[in-house]
């Protein structure tokens, strides 16, 4: 196969983690009135990974040890999506930026090490390109992803520690890593 169909075939290939997070998220999360600009927030964001497949398909170098580990981190973060959306499915979670408050607090699945897997496997699937294709235009897209990502988790946060699942939470945060698992502590109930 030639290079450059090499290249744009691999690309493309590492678009599936966002059409997969795009096409389940709604089956998964609800979206209230006052969700919306954190909906086009994360359009946004599943754009850009869209955009990158794009870019890397016309400009990116062919490097199989890079592709293999990139294509690893994309198999991850799906798998990953995948265990946390089927936890949360059906139990009120809401989309990011929402400001609502889910009903409990979740420490079952992937859950238990790991505040919010959902946001950790887009991370992972941006790091794939990274990975895969190393150099300015996938860093910049990784770094502007990673900053949206903290920033929600932040904000979703301080919502729940306002709300009356403040104590739970307080004990979860102690047990379970924002975006890293966290091994080995007590989980809340």
């Not at 927030?41 to 890079?66: D, E, I, K, N, R």
């Not at 939470?169 to 698992?181: D, T, V």
Request: hydrophobic share 50%; with cysteine; net charge positive.
């Amino acid at each position: 196969m030639d290079t450059k169909l090499h290249v744009a075939w691999f690309s493309w290939m590492m678009m599936v983690p966002f059409v997969w997070f795009t096409l389940l998220a709604r089956r998964t999360f609800l979206v209230p009135n006052r969700g919306l600009p954190g909906l086009i927030l994360g359009g946004v964001s599943m754009v850009s990974g869209f955009a990158l497949a794009g870019w890397t398909g016309l400009h990116g170098a062919y490097v199989q040890a890079l592709w293999a580990g990139g294509a690893i981190l994309a198999i991850c973060s799906v798998v990953l999506y995948e265990s946390a959306r089927r936890v949360v499915t059906g139990r009120g979670f809401c989309s990011v930026l929402s400001g609502e408050v889910p009903p409990a607090v979740c420490t079952v699945g992937p859950y238990r090490h790991i505040r919010h897997p959902v946001y950790t496997s887009y991370l992972l699937a941006f790091l794939g390109f990274v990975v895969a294709f190393p150099g300015l235009p996938s860093a910049a897209v990784f770094a502007g992803n990673l900053v949206f990502f903290v920033l929600a988790a932040a904000h979703e946060e301080r919502t729940i520690a306002h709300s009356p699942l403040a104590q739970a939470y307080a004990s979860y945060r102690q047990a379970a890593g924002m975006f890293l698992p966290r091994f080995g502590r007590a989980n809340a109930s």
